[in-house]
């Protein structure tokens, strides 16, 4: 099963590597190659967010009690029957006394663990098709690999996630720790767009559009805190009501849930202003333009699946569209700060325009 997904990742990367222009500088078709494989890279962990969010919204988090292996196979069974009939009895007397065999959530949850070695092999492949770059910009580099090695150290925290019996503090360091490791790579990534930035003036752009950034940042942060304080409540709430009464436990939520779901209009109406001041200055064919529209479609689809986890009895098939949503809508702003950097310090000191 893992030869499979690796050779998917090497098509994958195979693919992204053929085609460039015979018309590049060496330097220039190191950057095209790193970017394409970083994209590849960056879009790879956030599927996995949303393959995460699914085996926790399905109950699916404990369908492997054991790490790395599973059912204390490197492949699970397909039945009840390929397991030893005591099994129950081994489990509990390791602390998991309500372990059951479910083909459905032991798959989920081991397809989780595939898609996660798959980006780890990934994040291998950026950090090494960094290393051309290093007398370009040394930070890609050294963002690359320090990438590789927050995904190890992911893999430690996964599997004291399931040592833990799940329990939601582990679970949100867990998710933090992912944040973080998209945090790098949109750093690396923007690191090697920086001529391409350079390539876009901002000397039209509206002079309030900076202070209005950062004060989208600040809320952004804050509306993410929250949310993952609300996630944690969700966890602890679902654990003592349990999965039946999914539409009681909006009554159980404490005062900052409510904060957290009316502070979504104030995220909203201030990335909308930020994208009108963008439009009117620059125009929707500028890339600042198009990554913050980009953004409000995003934070569209937050509220309204948050809306509908609210008033709709928690269904579990939304909850991974809205940590999605929220995983994305960190990556975005942060992407757009660092763009927005790269075009100012360019207005000041111009830099070499490289191929997109």
Not at 50 to 77: E, N
């Amino acid at each position: 099963m893992f030869s499979i997904f690796s050779g998917a990742v090497v098509s994958i990367l195979w693919v992204f590597f053929m085609n460039l222009a015979d018309n590049l500088t060496t330097t220039e078709r190191d950057l095209v190659r790193y970017r394409r494989v970083a994209l590849v890279t960056l879009v790879a962990v956030y599927f996995l967010f949303l393959v995460g969010a699914s085996v926790r919204a399905s109950g699916a988090g404990m369908g492997c009690p054991d790490w790395p292996t599973c059912f204390g196979q490197w492949v699970p069974p397909m039945s009840e029957s390929e397991l030893p009939a005591n099994y129950q009895e081994i489990y509990a007397e390791r602390g998991y006394a309500e372990t059951r065999f479910n083909v459905v959530k032991t798959w989920t949850e081991y397809f989780n663990r595939l898609v996660g070695a798959t980006i780890g092999l990934l994040i291998f492949a950026t950090a090494l098709v960094s290393w051309p770059l290093r007398k370009y910009d040394r930070s890609i580099v050294v963002s690359s690999v320090a990438a590789f090695f927050m995904v190890g150290f992911q893999g430690w925290l996964g599997a004291k996630v399931v040592s833990s019996n799940l329990q939601p503090g582990m679970i949100t360091i867990h998710m933090l720790m992912a944040l973080a490791i998209v945090g790098v790579l949109i750093f690396a990534m923007a690191q090697a767009r920086r001529g391409i930035m350079a390539a876009q003036p901002i000397t039209d752009i509206h002079p309030a559009f900076e202070k209005w950034l950062y004060a989208v940042l600040f809320f952004t942060i804050c509306q993410v805190a929250m949310g993952t304080q609300v996630r944690e409540m969700t966890d602890f709430i679902s654990k003592a009501q349990g999965e039946a009464l999914r539409s009681d436990w909006i009554q159980a939520m404490p005062w900052f849930f409510y904060v957290h779901r009316s502070f979504s209009a104030i995220v909203l109406f201030s990335n909308l202003w930020l994208g009108w001041l963008l439009f009117r200055s620059l125009g929707i064919g500028h890339t600042l333009t198009r990554l913050t529209f980009s953004m409000i479609a995003v934070i569209a689809v937050s509220i309204v699946s948050g809306a509908t986890l609210g008033h709709l009895g928690m269904p579990a098939f939304v909850q991974p569209t809205h940590l999605l949503a929220s995983a994305l809508l960190f990556g975005l702003q942060f992407l757009i700060w660092m763009s927005y950097r790269h075009s100012r310090d360019a207005a000041a000191r111009p830099v070499l325009a490289e191929p997109a």
